[in-house]
């Protein structure tokens, strides 16, 4: 019985396709709202770091078009680089000293970045799949 129960739910591409399409709507919405209430304190946490305001858009690609592609089952191994990278870098340019902190609910202080930092690694390990828009293997 639990050898089909096991048979039953081993389905790893729908897996992956969960795993991506999860996170990748959930960033998805971060991206929407600075597309709709603007980077401005993204900018200046940014430039507070010595690095030119133009860095902040690349903000736009981690949290609307990498989302898309995970969605779409498009390059997914390297946009989920991209994604891990994203979420590093905010770690970085907004509260680093977070990483050794509990919320008021007993949560890490890093807990959410970290969750999409980790999904990102996962991601690109495991790859897309057999679900995507491209029909190419080496286009997912």
Avoid at 66 to 94: D, E, H, N, S, Y
Avoid at 96 to 102: D, R, V
Wanted: net charge positive; aromatic share 14%.
């Amino acid at each position: 019985m639990l050898t089909a129960f096991n048979r039953m739910l081993d389905k790893p591409d729908l897996g992956k396709l969960l795993l991506r399409f999860t996170f990748g709507a959930m960033m998805l919405f971060h991206g929407i709202h600075k597309l709709l209430f603007g980077i401005t304190g993204i900018i200046g946490m940014v430039q507070a770091h010595g690095m030119p305001a133009i860095v902040a858009y690349g903000v736009f690609l981690g949290e609307i078009i990498v989302p898309l592609m995970f969605i779409f089952g498009i390059l997914v191994r390297p946009a989920a680089l991209i994604f891990a990278f994203t979420m590093l870098f905010a770690w970085l340019i907004t509260e680093p000293g977070i990483i050794f902190t509990l919320t008021n609910v007993g949560s890490w202080g890093l807990e959410n970045i970290a969750v999409y930092l980790f999904a990102g690694m996962a991601i690109a390990l495991l790859g897309c799949g057999r679900y995507s828009v491209m029909r190419n293997p080496a286009w997912r």
